[in-house]
Every structure is written in structure tokens, then in C-alpha cells.
């Protein structure tokens, strides 16, 4: 996998992904990352990449020619996709996250300030995503998790592959509930079911700790497991 990010802030994007997993990950071959500044790429003397809005209003707005540019100079794998971090965006989920995997090469367009000149969008056409109904600073922190998640799905990132089999939402279930050493800390104890052996009643176990926790703590994603269940 090829994760292309565009943004003002690539030491944001290069300090997260040489850290702990992402960064063993990264060595490892399992994705490569490339950072374009549009800065880099602006006709302005002054390196300037916004500008006032047209007809008024707080803030600054994105300038098109540096972000139009910068992504052409990206080259551009047969098997890619380009996406654009916005609240505006679809959301995104699991499913969504499998989707992406199976693609070779991700471009993402990272914003600031009031956003992005629409034009940005009707020139390059990007598939916009969004990581929740709230606004932040910049599209980095999107872009990091979009980076994140897919990479969880790519075998060669996680000790086992199987770690991301498990995971909450995998199932349309959140994940169950997970114990260590001690057996007993503070009088909390691990359940007897897991200190068996009996992976029979373990995966039993698990199972129905799933749809408990879902059902109180996501009434919606059960409901939803219950009508794909029929």
C-alpha cells in the first residue's frame, strides 16, 4: 500500500507513522508514505496558500492552484483512489475501511482553516470521507486515522492478522471484553469460563459478551445485527 498525503503539516503525518506499530509497519515495507507540501508548490513569493472568501465571511479559504498542483505532481498507481478529509464527507466505518484496503495507493487531501475552494473538488473529483459530526483544525488527525485503520488491515502489520479479525465492528459487533495477569486484581476477577482451556465455551463465552456490550452500549448496531441475523 501507498499512502499519499497532501498537507501543510507533513511532519504531523511522518512524526505519527514513526511510532510503534505504524512505524515497524512502515520499515517493514507493508505500506510506503509520501508527504506533499502545497506550500512547496504555490506561485506566491510569500508561500501563501489561502485566501479571503468571495462574498464575505470569517476565515481563509484554501487557494485551488496550490493544492491542483501539488496533486498532479503525485504519481498516480492504477489501483488508487483519492480522498478528500471532510466533515462533510461519508462516513467512515469498517466496511468502508475493508473497501479502501483493497486499493493499492490512497491520496489524501488534507484541509485547514474555512476548507477548500470548491474547485479543488471539481477538478480532482475526490471520494470525501469524514471521521465523525464534528469539526476539527485540519485534516491530518482524518488522514492519520484513515492511514491507521487500513494499514491494521493489511497482513505484515499486526503480529497476527487475526488481531484485526477480532476487532470491534469486524462482526457488526463490538469487541469483547479482554483479561490478563493478575487472575485476580483488587478483587476483580478474570471469568472461570477463560482459565479452562475449553475453546468451545470460551468463543461461546465471548459471543454473547459481544452482543450484551453492543446492546447496551450501541442499541443501533444491534438492531442492526439482529435484522442481518434473520
Do not use: W
Amino acid at each position: 500500500m501507498r499512502f499519499d498525503v497532501l498537507t501543510l503539516f507533513p511532519e504531523f503525518i511522518e512524526s505519527y507513522c514513526n511510532f510503534s506499530i505504524m512505524k515497524r509497519a512502515k520499515e517493514g515495507e507493508v505500506f510506503t508514505l509520501n508527504t506533499v507540501n502545497p506550500r512547496d508548490f504555490t506561485e506566491d513569493k510569500h508561500k501563501k496558500v489561502d485566501d479571503t472568501p468571495y462574498g464575505g465571511g470569517a476565515g481563509m479559504v484554501l487557494m485551488p492552484q496550490p493544492f491542483v498542483d501539488a496533486y498532479d505532481s503525485v504519481e498516480k498507481l492504477e489501483n488508487s483512489i483519492t480522498v478528500m478529509l471532510s466533515p462533510q464527507g461519508e462516513p467512515l466505518t469498517e466496511n468502508l475501511v475493508l473497501d479502501l484496503a483493497k486499493y493499492d495507493q490512497i491520496i489524501m487531501l488534507c484541509g485547514h482553516y474555512e476548507g477548500f475552494d470548491e474547485r479543488i473538488r471539481e477538478i480532482i473529483k475526490p471520494k470525501e470521507l469524514s471521521i465523525g459530526d464534528f469539526v476539527l483544525t485540519g485534516g491530518e488527525l482524518p488522514a492519520l486515522c484513515l492511514i491507521d485503520s487500513v494499514s491494521r488491515k493489511i497482513d505484515g502489520t499486526l503480529g497476527k492478522i487475526e488481531s484485526a479479525e477480532d476487532d470491534s465492528f469486524s462482526n457488526g459487533l463490538l469487541e469483547y471484553p479482554q483479561y490478563t495477569r493478575p487472575r485476580d486484581f483488587r478483587g476483580y476477577k478474570v471469568p472461570e469460563v477463560l482459565l479452562n482451556g475449553n475453546h468451545k465455551e470460551i468463543n461461546e463465552f465471548r459471543n454473547a459478551a459481544q452482543i450484551e456490550r453492543t446492546k447496551q452500549r450501541r442499541p443501533d448496531l444491534y438492531e442492526k445485527y439482529l435484522k442481518d441475523s434473520i
